[in-house]
């Protein structure tokens, strides 16, 4: 991919290196490794830590290192294996660490420490840079899901009465200390933002050196204060093509820097979130690494599940007379709580991402119902057919009504299915809550409940009058 | 948000505002609502136009745009909208507004379009600007799922053997061509890719304006060629941290620039793609409008779910005296599937979400593997207990032996559930396919069955010697 390093891996892990590595950290041949490392991006190192197979074999690949890589490949890893790590590496050298890295990046990572080991290495950096652990503090004390939680200190701001001349100076001492550099903000004297100016537009303004910045700069500057959750920040990135954005405090004075990268972590975090919760669990899963903290996590939503799926017991129960003459309609039942839970499914999870991503409207919310139970009334009357027939195949008296009353109910089972789909994640939205919520395991227990209602009241009906 | 954009919604749409637009629609009032137009974004512009209720009122609303506007809202609104606006507007309206579109939007807004309105376009726009129609329709003949289909052919490309003063001249004449301009491309006479500069880099080096551009210039440039498929392209911006990325052709010359923004776009396209799997259907329904098409794409997976639940039919069946003995059996039988179905789910979204992100492994597949089957044997007791206590409290006779069927069966089902839910998304990535696939309904009614069998042979055998 790149014409220029070699062994470059790019998200494909060579078995063969791998094992050359592993053979290489066996017989503790430095330079050999160092070679390799040399020749290697940060995240290719970072891959080939994740997939060698013993931890200690990681650590000593790790160690290698020189601060700068380790502090960009340590980001990159997986939690486990940084847990892991930290755990080993002393103070002193995770400070070190630290002290290569950006300022939100370093608040990220001190985040994860454990309370002692956090203030090992902030007392550490106090003696390295002063300024850098003050910054760092200042981010630790912002909630880590807010602006101020994944912005940077590192930005430029100029005045807006300097030149564009100026500007230029100021930018090119600033340069090396700030990543993912792309726009100016432009402040008056007490730092209040006033505007912002691309690199793209100074360098063709340098055509005029001595204007002012604010005559050039562009005052529709779009920011966010501290305490704005990350997922409306995520928003704005993405409906403003935005690829970083002041953050300001209460007074309006710049005070940190969110670029597209952080916006990315976040849209991958808002994603986990939305899966492990139509799956019945909590993206926290993803960090945590105790059986009983997963446990805990997962079992409020099975514990639901359960009382939804009561209802079918008594449900059940109370058919008990026609269930006992006729015992294949206990074997449909599964099939029919199945296929009526996944149609319930299938409309919701369109509905939750179409709310999500702008393509269907709350406020024009007959549309996309509209649309669905047309839908379902085809896929009722295709499976509903489907299912009579096998109904009727297997059944050994009363062929035809008992294939009917599978029909039927499969019918009107899925149609309340596509309805109930369809709706509950916009009330949910409209109630302030994730949709994503209503796509989940209490959507399929409470289609399954509905199903066999359905079902054992429609085929008593049918079938008692034989 | 701004401090001067009047009456700017960022993201929430104002209720009054939207009433106070549609009765002006109504009265016609052109110059009224120009005025509240000329203060809005783009984006805010696109919301207000999907969120209007009727069709031809949006329609009106958006002729009142410039061709500029005009080009960017109609590309932020929803799909249905999009499509109403271009049956209702001339061929030659939408050539204007596409005519200002970068090559890349340009090109996804006309490969939208019917066939003969596509030709039309193309047509007035050979007669606007033939380099611009020539770039479209190039950018057309690509897959649009491939670096070819989503770059665009706006960028700037500097000669290696260039100064860096020339260089910036060259940004300065071609500045206002190019959107998202964050990197030079440097080549060689031929074209070929040399080297990336970034505007910093450049802004930097003006220090040493007679230095040439492959002096000052990063070799180490990450490209991709024309038929790279978009979702690895996504995965190198995520994992190298990119804001452009040089498209180069089979003899290294560039072709074409990728976009953060349009990364961002993939990874939507992705995420949606993923959920609709994950719930029996296809991300494709999002964009198209006909039911029969949605029950196309929904009913294959609702036909296999149906196969697989044949089998509990079967099973049920097979267990017909015991079940006739004890009708109870059959009203716990929901439950035991539900919640097996959910652990499998629990499980599998979790290891998917954890191979997506480089979390886990597939070297090291025991790691997640013991962590779910140390999680599930808790869950498995916890929630064994509270249904096998349901058991005994509602059942009328063999309370104690009734109870422990359904609790040894609820316990065994769930740890199944978790082994099979944590393995089937591993061998489907091992073999190339999408995780997300096993995580969706064919995982649940697969659960199902299990549930279903175990608990009827454990309960069979110990209930039989009553």
Request: charged letters at 30%; aromatic letters at 6%; proline letters at 2%.
């Amino acid at each position: 991919m790149s014409p220029d390093k070699k062994n470059k891996s790019v998200l494909e892990v060579d078995d063969e290196l791998l094992e050359d590595i592993t053979e290489l950290i066996h017989d503790r041949s430095d330079a050999a490794l160092k070679n390799i490392l040399a020749d290697l991006y940060d995240f290719d190192i970072s891959v080939i830590i994740d997939n060698l197979k013993d931890d200690d074999d990681a650590c000593y690949l790790f160690s290698l290192l020189n601060d700068d890589t380790a502090s960009e490949v340590i980001l990159e890893i997986s939690d486990d294996r940084r847990e892991y790590f930290t755990e080993k590496l002393s103070g002193e050298k995770i400070s070190d660490i630290v002290s290569e890295m950006y300022s939100d990046d370093a608040t990220d990572f001190l985040s994860d420490l454990e309370e002692d080991k956090q203030e090992e290495v902030l007392g550490n950096l106090d003696k390295l840079d002063k300024d850098d652990s003050e910054e760092v503090r200042e981010l630790l004390s912002y909630d880590e899901n807010t602006a101020g939680g994944i912005m940077a200190k590192e930005y430029v701001a100029v005045n807006e009465n300097m030149t564009i001349a100026e500007a230029v100076k100021e930018v090119q001492l600033r340069a090396e200390d700030v990543d993912q550099f792309y726009n100016l903000w432009v402040v008056d004297d007490s730092n209040v933002l006033k505007g912002i100016m691309s690199l793209k537009r100074l360098i063709v303004s340098m055509q005029t050196p001595d204007a002012l910045t604010k005559e050039i700069m562009n005052e529709d500057v779009i920011y966010v204060e501290a305490g704005t959750d990350q997922e409306e920040i995520a928003k704005i990135f993405r409906s403003y093509d935005l690829v970083s954005m002041p953050v300001v405090d209460s007074n309006q004075r710049v005070i940190g820097k969110i670029t597209i990268d952080d916006v990315m972590d976040v849209m991958e975090e808002e994603y986990s979130e939305d899966v492990a919760r139509m799956a019945g669990t909590d993206a926290e899963e993803l960090e945590k690494k105790s059986p009983f903290e997963i446990a805990k996590l997962r079992l409020p939503w099975l514990m639901i599940t359960l009382l939804i799926e009561m209802f079918a017991v008594f449900v059940v129960s109370s058919h008990d007379e026609m269930l006992e003459k006729i015992i294949l309609l206990a074997a449909f039942m599964p099939i029919i709580s199945a296929i009526s839970g996944n149609t319930g499914l299938q409309s919701a999870a369109i509905v939750v991402r179409g709310l999500d991503t702008g393509n269907m409207m709350l406020k024009r919310w007959w549309e996309p119902l509209n649309r669905q139970i047309r839908t379902t009334l085809i896929i009722g009357t295709v499976i509903g057919l489907a299912v009579g027939l096998m109904g009727y195949l297997l059944s050994d008296a009363n062929k035809v009504r008992f294939g009917l009353s599978v029909a039927v109910s499969m019918f009107i089972s899925i149609n309340i299915a596509g309805i109930i789909g369809t709706i509950s994640p916009m009330i949910s939205k409209r109630l302030g809550f994730d949709p994503a919520l209503t796509s989940g395991p209490f959507e399929t227990a409470f289609q399954d409940v509905i199903g066999i209602t359905v079902f054992l009241t429609v085929s008593t009906y049918l079938l008692s009058h034989v």
